[in-house]
């Protein structure tokens, strides 16, 4: 057969990107290149490892599966060599000339934007390893064979600047091994004992033989298997940062164990810092499913639902089959224990560091409070556990402090039937809604709900240990009455007669008008005849269907209010007045306006200067 020629190919144009800042602004821990290319050898190993067992037709298939690495002085070469699946052609031209993320090039903009020890994180946690090498190296050539039967050998060639090529090679065994020349002043990744160091160091826990210029290294494997008692923390957390290719310490883990119903065990880990920054990516879901220490899915969705993508570690289970398919796992009945089971442990987890460590879980909550808050709304089996572990501001809280529903429920008067809420874009606006007046007189605490999932969230819940939610706006809450209305039938019966002349003006814009038992000092409000949705919420359906009209209210009045009282006594001396309809109108258009529902803005700006107009005229 005709060997195949040399094809030159140029990188796409996001790794060039990232190759340049790669190669131009890392100077320091370049040293992590070494653990990328553990990290992809150990993944290839995986995968052969899984294909042998399948009985796939491979090539060598009594092949050891190992790592070697070695070095060459005078060329100055560092070459690491593994058995693993190798690629084909194609697969070296997808997987060595593109990256293939979404979001790519959201995170070479952050990328390129952080700090350095955030960089080498960053590069570790989105998967774009191999490149690294290029920091140590002037150029790179790749020598590959695919496992699968009768592939032939092909060697990439590349100087990490604009392209590559690839031409066919002779390479005896199965697997790739990847060749380094080392820049002038990179050497010392020739000597052994720098070598070793760093391995140690960063990629401890290689389920396969490693072998520096033939000597094997001791590594440690599977520690999800060994007996708690045996391990410390230090253990977890160097794991842990071997599984996340980070520097980083978890901020919590738990170590699970189980015999019955179901054989497995499982180590999970929740990060410091949420890898889902502003529009940025989704993670990856972050649990990988071993069957008897073969790693059978990475990132396995069916177990750590999407929601909880944050948690990252292993599940290993000696009673799942090791040639389960992916459409099978999600119907597994024992899968299906040990996801109830792991679910159960990490609720019950997370809810007793919020009770003994509450500064802990705030950290916690400050990162991955999104999450939990989709998983009331996707969750429907879990979602009452997640609700013990969200927290709100609240009506009795300062502005930095939180509450769970528990407290809520704890503290509130055995009477009280409801949990309240009230919805805003942030504390200091929703501190000014007019609709809290009635609830701080009588000491009623109220959730500040600022965050629009907020909403989603309650909607999701409906109730909480049998109280239901309800918004403030649409609350059955009465004051008693005030001084200027218990005392004067007279100005009572003004008051009414005002009402009317306001219906008349409102016309449709309200469903009506009413005096308010729940205001103190403002002189009117919007309330909410149902429990429809809150103005937050109308405003986002708003921006997804631009037709969407706004739900009508009810317009009540205060009328212990001074401005009411005068206009009140300005109806009733002078019904038809002109500057009573103007100021009238103006009266429910500020309510509008406070709720940001405003569509008439263009009457209301020359009716206010009116206003001011009549207002100056009366200033001496
Ligand atoms: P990641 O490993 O996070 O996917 P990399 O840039 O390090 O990102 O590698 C890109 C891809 O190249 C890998 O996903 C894998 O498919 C392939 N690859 C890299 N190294 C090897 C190897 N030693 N054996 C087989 N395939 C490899």
Known sequence: MEKEKLEKFEFESEVKQLLHILVYSLYKNKEIFLRELISNAVDALNKIKFEILMNKNIEDKDE?????????????????????????KNELVNNLGTIAHSGTSNFLKKLSESKEEEKIDLIGKFGVGFYSSFMVAKEIHVYTKSFKKGSKSFLWKSKGDADYTIEETIKKIRGTRIELLLKNDEKEFLEKFTIKHTILKHSKFIPFPLYIEKEKIETSEAIWTQPKSSLKEKDYYEFYKFLENTQEEPETYIHLSSDAPVQFNAIFFIPKISFEFEGFLKAEPGVDLYSK???IQKGCKDIIPEYLRFVKGVIDSEDIPINISRETIQNNIKINRIK????KKIFEHLKKIKEKNREKYLKIWKNFAKNLKEGVAYDFENKEKISDLLLFHSSKKSKKDFIDLKEYIDRMDKAQKEIFYVTGLDIESIEKNPALEAFKKKDIEVLYLNDPLDEIVIDHLREYKSKVFKMVESADIKLEKGKDVKNDENYLKDTENFILYLKTIYKERITDVKISKRLVDSPCILTHATDGPSVQMEKIMKMVNKDYKYSKKIFEINPDNELIKEMVRIHKATPDSPELKVISLQLLDNMMLREGVIDNIDTIVPRVQDIMLQACKNIK
Do not use: A, P
């Open 64 to 88: 050891d599966l190992r790592i070697d690495i070695s070095v060459n002085k005078i060329q100055n070469k560092f070459m690491i060599e593994d058995t693993g699946v190798g690629m084909t």
């Open 340 to 343: 109830k089971h792991s679910l």
């Open 293 to 295: 220490k073969v790693l």
